[in-house]
């Protein structure tokens, strides 16, 4: 079941506010994704922005791995397991992608854009690595959430380099409303839950703010 599908059920409670959060500042809300999804995107920014994911999520252990090793949240053990197995189709479908795409576009000011997309990565694994009883759980469950956003740039770049987008396997949104809510049993975890998702949807955004400034400076040549 989509997010916009679960989101439209009317959830209340933990899963209402998390999935109102994604819908509202997820990536799939970004002007400029919804320039590249509009069927007019140059290849190269396409490719750019497969490369910068690859940077941010395509690295072992990834964030999934990190929130399963660091979860004190005993309901949440099988829904990390199954997102961890998940996000391993997808790095490797990402790799595939960037093999795919050839380098990675020349642009202007490309040592601050790495060292940028890298305290980004920093941030996201300090948020799944967090002690706060939640922060990770919610992290997680922001990164599977706001994903489809993603992939739907990804599959895009995919069938124009000729690749067959596979089946994402990571937990649906209904299933995952369903674990938010057996998971926020108490304020202060709710409130760990909702602080991981924002800061993980900020960070997406703020990869998505860079990649748009790279397409600026490279121009239209």
């Not at 933990?14 to 919804?34: C, E, K, N, Q």
């Not at 380099?161 to 209904?174: D, K, V």
């Not at 998702?197 to 790279?214: M, N, P, S, V, W």
Request: charged fraction near 20%.
């Amino acid at each position: 079941m989509p997010l916009e599908t679960v989101r439209s059920a009317g959830l209340s409670g933990a899963s209402g506010t998390l999935i109102a959060l994604v819908a509202a500042d997820g990536s799939a809300t970004h002007p400029y994704l919804a320039r590249l999804t509009s069927g007019v995107a140059m290849l190269r920014d396409l490719g750019d922005l497969a490369h910068q994911i690859c940077l941010l999520h395509a690295r072992h252990p990834d964030l999934f791995e990190l929130a399963a090793a660091q979860s004190r949240q005993p309901a949440a053990a099988e829904w990390l397991a199954q997102a961890t197995r998940g996000f391993a189709a997808e790095r490797a479908y990402l790799v595939r992608i960037v093999a795919a795409a050839g380098p990675m576009p020349s642009t202007p000011g490309q040592a601050a854009s790495e060292a940028a997309v890298t305290a980004q990565r920093h941030a996201l694994d300090m948020l799944a690595q967090s002690d706060r009883n939640g922060c990770a759980d919610g992290t997680a469950i922001a990164l599977a959430l706001d994903w489809p956003g993603i992939r739907s740039v990804l599959d895009l770049l995919a069938k124009r380099l000729g690749i067959e987008p596979p089946e994402c396997l990571l937990p649906p949104a209904f299933e995952t409303a369903t674990v938010i809510d057996v998971l926020a049993g108490t304020l202060p975890v709710e409130r760990a839950m909702v602080f991981g998702a924002q800061q993980t949807l900020a960070q997406h955004r703020g990869l998505i703010d860079l990649l748009e400034a790279r397409a600026s400076a490279r121009g239209r040549d």
